[in-house]
């Protein structure tokens, strides 16, 4: 009775589980004779389909056959109806969801595959989970405050204003962008996309250049929203690699010819004579009308024949030295004066300016005096870097060639440099 009660107690041990899987040593002879071996490791079927997986050493097997009985123990069957690359993708998906979806670190694979397969169905093959996720995270909802497109630009334009920004740059910003509105101003900043950006920027009816700087002011916009936390995408105008470059016809700026600068100056000396110091540093030292209109004498070195842009009045806020040509010498002085402006301030400037324009009876281009520098400069001196220190661009002579050089004949160049005032000089009336 004693023996029969101890097998009782014995029967009521737990039993060890059985773990799942089995490996078997498979051998072969190859083509060569030689005798091969690789260990089997098979796990069994799960959802219908039948895992087994060859390795050369039996170490291997057994490794792999622990991997799965942990998936299996871990995340359950559904781990198992995606490949080793889903299964991944799912993975990072997820990781990339979870301050959006809320799921818990440990969530089971299960969960992941279920979202996963419905979000395959959805997506029809037309993205991979990867670029949904990422589309999505770019364009959800903010969780910050929310702004329209309108409201956004208002305060673009004030911390524009709030920054110092000159008010020729705060008009451009603020012409360029009212176009936007007009378009969108309603729409949540947050809801454009990149599709949405070039649509807009292709229904302008403009030049690929005035395109290109619409693109460059609502590329600002976007970077201040996306600064404010308004946005979380990429900037949807930044200009994409791939992106094909508009191919047209090379459209030269416009130069002013030499015999057309002369009638501008000769009926400047005869009816407007307070022009002529202005117009003079236009011509033959490019000086911006913007910068022209704040020059002062004290600023034009007419001994050292040096010309100082200052920062204050300098487009780039750097300051810079123009270089006092023969012809600019001459012009100056019988005109120069101890202090004071170079040209006539306010609404003076422009009635005057269009009363010699009317006199010479010439056609007057976009940015003459500039580009008439520029175009006849660099002929001069075939020399693009000296002609674009000059003009202040001191990065490289892109700009010079894309917006200011015109084409200019050795002989006009000369003829431009020639044109002087007349013998004896002049007073200013």
């Known amino acids: 009775m004693k023996d029969m009660a101890v097998n009782v107690e014995a029967s009521k041990a737990p039993r060890k589980r059985k773990e799942r899987g089995i490996i078997r040593e498979r051998s072969w002879t190859g083509p060569d004779g030689a005798k091969k071996i690789c260990w089997q490791a098979d796990f069994g079927t799960v959802n219908g389909k039948r895992l087994m997986k060859s390795f050369a050493v039996k170490a291997g097997a057994e490794t792999w056959l622990h991997e799965q009985r942990t998936i299996l123990s871990n995340q359950g069957r559904a781990a198992f109806t995606l490949s080793d690359t889903e299964r991944m993708d799912a993975v990072k998906a997820l990781e990339a969801l979870k301050p959006v979806t809320g799921l818990p670190d440990n969530a089971r694979l299960e969960t992941i595959a279920k979202v ?9 093959g037309s993205a991979s989970i990867k670029s949904a996720v990422a589309f999505f995270l770019k364009h959800k909802p903010t969780t910050g405050e929310k702004r329209t497109v309108a409201v956004a630009v208002d305060e673009y334009i004030k911390d524009a204003e709030d920054n110092g920004l000159r008010e020729k740059s705060i008009q451009s910003i603020r012409y360029r962008l009212a176009k936007l509105v007009a378009d969108k101003g309603d729409q949540p900043i947050n809801e454009i996309t990149n599709k949405e950006a070039d649509n807009w920027i292709g229904k302008l009816s403009l030049s ?58 000769s009926a400047a000396v005869e009816h407007e004579p307070s022009m ?3 117009l003079a540093v236009g011509f033959f030292a490019g000086v911006r009308t913007a910068e022209l209109c704040q020059l002062e004498w004290s600023q034009v070195d007419l001994q050292a024949r040096r010309i100082t842009v200052l920062p204050h009045v300098a487009k780039r806020r750097r300051a810079r030295y123009v270089t006092i040509e023969d012809n600019l010498l001459a012009w100056l002085l019988p005109y120069r004066q101890a202090a004071g402006f170079v040209a006539p301030q306010g609404e003076k400037w422009r009635s005057r300016l269009d009363t010699v324009r009317e006199k010479a009876d010439v056609t007057w281009p976009h940015n003459a005096m500039r580009h008439s520098y520029a175009s006849n400069h ?36 000369e003829a431009y440099w020639k044109i002087m005032p007349a013998a004896g000089g002049f007073t200013d009336a």
Request: glycine share 4%; charged share 25%.
């Open 378 to 413: 660099l002929v001069r001196y075939g020399d693009a870097a000296r002609t674009a220190f000059q003009l202040g661009h001191h990065a490289d002579t892109s700009m010079l060639f894309e917006h200011y050089r015109a084409l200019i004949t050795k002989e006009d160049a």
């Open 276 to 278: 002529v110091p202005a």
């Open 208 to 265: 690929p250049m005035s395109r290109k700087h619409h693109r460059t002011i609502a590329h600002g916009l976007f970077n201040f929203a996306i600064d404010r936390e308004y946005y979380h995408a990429e900037n949807p105008f930044q200009v994409r690699k791939l992106r094909r470059k508009n191919h047209t016809d090379e459209k030269l700026p416009e130069s002013m010819p030499w015999g057309d600068v002369q009638k501008i100056m």
């Open 116 to 124: 996963y397969a419905e979000a395959s169905v959805m997506l029809k």
